[in-house]
């Protein structure tokens, strides 16, 4: 099979969970901000979930990689795959261990006195979670995308199911006074519990899942190797501090706003930026699928002559991917919009920022295959140092000045400054032939596009939809004409 529509059909199949998990899990908004009006509470969530991101690639430390890279590279895959196993379960215990036993003090320190049940729902969350990402990266690794995407779904739709028992049914019988079979519902609903049965349904629909990998657990026969275990490390490490680069330029901003904002508006405004982020949805879910399927691929192919030709074709459809899904989206926030509440629409204008700023994100994962091909990975660490700087400096200058504006102003410009130096060390160290004209060309011509679109007359509602769609079609189009014949 051609390894382009490979790498398309593996993206595809990689992506039918995420999609269907992540649309699920954007339709649990309206759900969340009508049984709790108060947008604070919506605000916890984000910025909980925002730790949670941050901790996952904590705890997981670049084991997946290295899973990829030494099962590539050896011949004794099983014992590859149970060093890595043992591994993350020794790291996650000691990090439970720690979290029950301050989980009084945690709450404190974020603010939430009297939480301790929510800082422990989440610790047992992030460890069981963790402790699933090796034997879910074994599946990615023999190519078992239908397993993969199976119990991907699986444990979303029982997340989704625990969140519409526990705070659509139980608060609605509890709240309402119902009498009969439904009172007993309702008596499964505590209020002082609250949002944070959003957390209880998540920790129960990890436990589902873990227990259904139970054959892959057990297929860990062979004995760990120390010798082994120390290489993966020195390998994995550095790509802790790289896998930190997105996470904290998308987690770190989320933190920040409750605590550089004044406290009366902080989590009002941190609410609406989490909000407004799901605008974003369609070119997170697609660079989430494509990571998935292309972080093997690019291993399984590196010692094929025409590599680094494929590479470079595969980064041209990439952008040329995001750059539609970039003004799909925004020739269509006329009723994109109407997926997050009134009271959260009045930052829709950082949807375009959040959307570019992915892309360079996107561009940044598949410009880093040079340090992990070479095993170069110390490289990747100096770029996460350089982003987590300027992420952190950007941050702390532009939140007390524009709010969350600034947060999203500083997501785009940390993304696309790590992109562009580490484009600039993999010509030295790993030189592939990207075609800039056209990875440059084709975001440019959609800004432009857009641009236009922002100037259109009055049409109406549907004249004004039809026009703008007719824009998105014409790039279709010119990006088929222009693919049609080689790059000049």
């Known amino acids: 099979m051609n390894p382009l529509k490979k790498l398309a059909g593996q993206t595809a199949l990689y992506g039918l969970s995420t ?23 919506f605000g916890v969530l984000t910025e909980f979930y925002a730790y949670a991101s941050f901790l996952n ?19 004794d895959k099983a014992r590859v795959y149970s060093t890595a196993l043992i591994s993350l379960a020794g790291t996650g215990f000691l990090f439970l261990a720690a979290v029950l036993a301050q989980a009084d003090e945690l709450a404190e320190l974020l603010r939430y006195p009297g939480r301790a049940d929510w800082v422990i729902w989440l610790g047992w969350i992030l460890v069981l979670d963790a402790f699933c990402a090796i034997p879910f990266a074994k599946l990615r690794e023999q190519q078992r995308g239908a397993r993969f995407a199976l119990l991907k779904t699986f444990n979303i739709l029982v997340n989704i199911a625990g969140n519409l028992f526990f705070i659509g049914l139980a608060k609605w019988a509890h709240d309402s006074g119902q009498a009969g079979w439904l009172a007993r519902v309702g008596d499964w609903y505590d209020p002082a519990i609250g949002i944070g049965y959003v957390f209880v349904a998540n920790l129960i629909a990890s436990v589902a899942t873990g227990l259904c990998l139970l054959p892959e657990y057990l297929a860990a026969r062979a004995w760990p190797s120390l010798s082994l275990w120390r290489a993966m490390l020195r390998y994995a490490l550095p790509l802790l501090l790289t896998g930190l680069a997105g996470m904290v330029n998308e987690t770190l901003d989320r933190v920040l706003i409750k605590y550089l904002l004044p406290a009366d508006s902080a989590m009002e405004q941190l609410g609406i930026y989490g909000a407004c982020y799901k605008v974003a949805i369609l070119m997170t879910i697609f660079i989430q699928a494509f990571r998935y399927a292309a972080e093997p691929f690019f291993f399984a192919h590196y010692r094929q002559q025409d590599a680094r030709q494929l590479y470079a074709l595969v980064m041209r ?10 003004l799909a989206v925004m020739m269509n926030m006329a009723w994109i919009q109407y997926f997050i509440g009134a009271r959260y629409r009045v930052g829709l204008d950082i949807a375009p920022i959040l959307l570019m700023a992915n892309l360079c994100l996107g561009v940044y994962f598949n410009l880093s295959i040079w340090y992990k091909l070479t095993e ?4 990747g660490a ?9 992420t952190l400096a950007l941050n702390l200058w532009w939140i007390p000045a524009y709010g969350y504006r600034g947060a999203a102003w500083a997501t785009l410009a940390c993304y696309a400054s790590m992109a562009a130096l580490s484009w600039l060390l993999g010509r030295k160290y790993y030189p592939v032939p990207y075609d800039l004209k056209r990875l440059l060309g084709y975001p440019l ?3 432009a ?9 009055d049409l109406g509602r549907v004249g ?25």
């Open 19 to 41: 999609i269907v998990g992540r649309l699920l899990n954007y339709l649990l908004v309206p759900l969340y901000t009508y049984q709790f009006a108060d947008p604070r509470d």
């Open 445 to 447: 011509l959609v800004l």
């Open 57 to 75: 690639v904590v705890l997981t430390y670049g084991m997946e990689t290295a899973l990829f890279n030494f099962s590539a590279k050896r011949p």
């Open 464 to 488: 004004d939809l039809l026009a703008r769609n007719a824009l998105l079609l014409s790039f279709v189009l010119l990006t088929w004409a222009l693919e049609r014949r080689p790059a000049l």
């Open 376 to 379: 170069q990975t110390r490289f």
């Open 449 to 457: 596009i857009w641009f236009a679109a922002t100037h259109l007359p």
């Open 317 to 326: 459809w990439f952008v040329i991917a995001c750059a539609f899904l970039f």
């Open 382 to 390: 100096w770029l996460t140092f350089w982003g987590a700087a300027a």
